[in-house]
């Protein structure tokens, strides 16, 4: 632990390059080339995707905090007295500050994220801001074993905004509910976005934008492995691919080869052929129901939901 300021600490939990190499090089190693979708977030790629969700075709993060906006009254009585806030993922957004002041007996904020620098300078915007407020910020994935540093007493609440949800496999993501009803007590809770099936053309346009701000988030995974890992990726020999899977109910982005090429890792070399891709990411929408399902089989009992008027988003408040 370190103390950054009076109200903040710091943990770091973080996995180091080596590991991080043996996971991108047993992905790459694949019949299907992938690339898990938590190592597009380094600093560069963490403040790409802030620009994303300012991003007029990026509907989520506008319509969650909308819905914020609009509910956060109903949404802090249905939450009630919380002590602890724990947040997956944490960002410089403005759904986590609507908690923080609303959430009048809250006594630390626990934000857990993969990107350090990102992580440790949001952290020390929120404690400006929060000064009553113990923040710990934990360097880590979220979902890997973390040990948190929590306080036995209080309401605690678990936070994951932003449809980040989406990323997991549909046996992941049972693990990934499952694990955090273990990290609760009976009567503690998860307040969760969730993206809903809906027009295919506003879901491609969501992850496929004008300016091409996507495109550099994801052609910046190749930027980071050749700095941190030294490959030898060619960016301009790969496109940015997404499109909605109906089939599987869910968004796919890949980085596809342009030509047939030779790219190396170390003493790891990985051929591709012009078309061939990398998975990188896959966003899982669901319908309200369908989630509501999910939840009570994972350990959690659906208590309230809040959409917008066209239902193209959901926020969630499970109790354990």
């Known amino acids: 632990m370190r103390l950054l300021e009076n109200n903040i600490q710091s943990y770091d939990f973080y996995i180091d390059k080596e590991n991080m190499r043996d996971e991108i090089i047993k992905g790459l190693s694949d019949p299907v080339k992938v690339i898990s979708s938590k190592f597009l977030y380094d600093h560069r790629g963490s403040e790409l995707f802030e620009l994303i969700t300012q991003l007029e075709e990026y509907y989520p993060t506008r319509t969650e905090m909308k819905i914020f906006n609009e509910k956060i009254e ?14 997956y993922g944490s960002g410089s957004s403005n759904k986590i500050k609507a908690l923080l002041h609303n959430f009048t007996s809250l006594k630390e904020y626990v934000p857990i994220d993969i990107s350090r620098d990102f ?18 910020a934990v360097c880590g ?24 949800i989406g990323n997991f496999e549909p ?4 693990k990934f509910i499952i694990k955090s009803a273990q990290l609760l007590e009976d009567g503690d809770g998860f307040l969760i976005g969730v993206d809903t099936k809906k027009d295919t053309y506003i879901l491609e346009r969501a992850y496929d934008d004008a300016k091409g701000v996507t ?40 980085l596809e080869s342009q030509c047939d090429q030779l790219v190396s890792i170390g003493e790891y ?28 089989e994972c350990g959690f009992k659906p208590s309230k939901v809040w959409t917008d008027d066209e239902e193209k988003f959901s926020v969630h408040y499970l109790e354990k």
């Open 119 to 136: 992580l440790f300078q949001s952290s020390l915007e929120l404690a400006m801001q929060f000064p009553h407020i113990t923040i710990k």
């Open 141 to 164: 994935d979220y979902m890997a074993p973390l040990t948190l540093p929590l306080e036995a007493a209080g309401k605690k609440v678990i936070f994951f905004p932003g449809s980040t």
């Open 215 to 254: 495109a550099a988030f994801n052609l910046n995974l190749l930027t980071r492995l050749n700095r941190e890992l030294g490959a030898n990726f060619n960016e301009k020999q790969f496109e940015h691919l997404a499109y909605y899977n109906e089939e599987k109910g869910r968004i796919e982005m890949h």
């Open 74 to 87: 109903e949404i802090t009585r249905a939450v009630g007295d919380v002590h602890t806030l724990i947040e």
């Open 269 to 296: 070399e990985f051929l591709f052929r012009v078309g061939e891709t990398i998975h990188t990411e896959n966003s899982y929408k669901y319908a309200i129901g369908e989630f509501q399902t999910l939840a009570l």
């Open 171 to 174: 046996v992941d993501v049972r």
